[in-house]
């Protein structure tokens, strides 16, 4: 968890890449006084394309490793906790100044001990209006965290994804949206995904359906890929009809019994949706493609990021990461702030609504400074918290 200085800062990988290099050249029997071989005859263009051929096969495999391995060097995280007394034990701040693949970043991240039993993990909501982190933090009593969670609606101030409080749904997944252009009268459907904690402190990422007609939401552990047609909603009778498992024959039938739903019921104490997942298994595996969420080169863009994860022993990571100020700040793309929670241990880790909306305060005090003008707190109409 506390990684030393970037890869990326020393010149040790560029003297290594040209040692393979030469390597692979010689390989292929390629020097540098020509397209010659050992005897001194030129290379037919034959000869020439098999040698070719052969330097890709072992230049490629080599580098493309190591280029991977420097852009996910880690940064340093510094214990914060002093600015932000008085905290329980089972609660930590990390700040980090370090730069991110050569550009200014800056971030900080909470860590709590799910199962400790003095903490309260729960979720606050504005019914039909917004409020910033700070009212949020009066309102709750002061909790010890609160951040920002849910995508949501300027027009109507209402959640996008899913949110649970206290076994509730209160929130709920925008399932469709309708397209326009020559795709008008189209939808397309997808299913968000969330991070929950239950009552035994057990922490969970999914893909939801929820409907306002069930009393609870339904969870696949796998991504369906979104699909585009022009019915405007998702029917449970749909969902229903989605399995997972091997085909099995016998005696020339098909055995339904071993399929199984794809999603079942999801009980959880508290959720808060966004996307796209993150990190899965331990593994940068974004699902921005089959969530719709940042598809293709929006992958790449650097904004101000709000995230959440938990690792194989039960710890819930909160990280904040402050974006959009030129050359103080520059935000994270999907696939840095994937390999940070990596690097800090998560099994799991979901991305949730950031841009101006990022914000985490610890004991009302402001962790990242927000990106919206003058650096003031974005109304959110939801909330995470963490209670002592």
């Known amino acids: 968890m506390y990684s030393g200085e970037g890869l990326h800062e020393s010149g040790g990988f560029f003297i290594f890449d040209l040692c393979i290099f030469k390597y692979c050249f010689w390989v292929a029997g390629i020097n540098a006084g020509g397209w010659t071989n050992a005897q001194g005859f030129s290379r037919t263009p034959e000869r020439l394309s098999i040698k070719i051929m052969l330097m890709k096969k072992y230049l490629l495999p080599l580098l493309f490793p190591l280029s991977a391995h420097i852009s996910s060097a880690q940064v340093k995280w510094i214990n914060v906790d002093s600015l932000y007394q008085p905290l329980p034990k089972g609660l930590h701040v990390f700040k980090t100044t370090d730069s991110l693949d050569g550009k200014p970043f800056i971030a900080y991240y909470a860590i709590a001990d799910l199962k400790d039993k003095s903490l309260d993990f729960t979720v606050d909501t504005s019914l039909g209006r917004r409020l910033t982190p700070t009212q949020f ?37 925008q399932h469709s949206i309708a397209l326009k252009g020559k795709d008008t009268l189209m939808y397309k459907h997808a299913f968000g995904s969330a991070i929950g904690i239950n009552r035994k402190g057990d922490a969970d990422i999914a893909w939801l359906y929820t409907d306002s007609s069930k009393r609870s939401a339904y969870a696949n552990q796998s991504p369906e890929a979104y ?90 990571i909160i990280m904040a990461i402050q974006g959009r100020f030129p050359n103080i700040a520059e ?58």
């Open 137 to 173: 933090y009066e309102k709750d009593n002061h909790p010890l965290l609160v951040v920002n969670t849910t995508f949501f609606s300027f027009e109507t101030n209402r959640n996008l994804n899913v949110v649970i409080k206290d076994g509730k749904l209160v929130s709920y997944n």
């Open 227 to 316: 699909q585009k047609d022009s019915i405007d909603i998702i029917s449970f009778n749909y969902v229903k009809t989605l399995r997972y498992g091997k085909r099995l024959h016998y005696d020339g039938r098909f055995r339904k019994k071993n399929f199984y739903p794809a999603f079942r019921k999801w009980k959880m104490k508290t959720a808060v949706g966004g996307g796209p997942v993150l990190v899965q298994n331990g593994k940068v595996e974004i699902a921005n493609e089959q969530e719709n969420k940042f598809t293709g080169k929006a992958i790449n863009d650097k904004h101000p990021r709000t995230l959440m994860g938990y690792t194989a022993d039960n710890k819930l």
């Open 331 to 388: 935000g994270a793309t999907l696939t840095q702030e994937a390999q940070l929670m990596v690097d800090l241990g998560c099994k799991e880790a979901l991305n949730l609504d950031g841009g101006g909306s990022s914000c985490m305060l610890i004991n009302g005090k402001e962790t990242i400074v927000p990106s919206d003008k003058m650096g003031t707190q974005r109304a959110v109409p939801a909330v995470f918290i963490i209670k002592n």
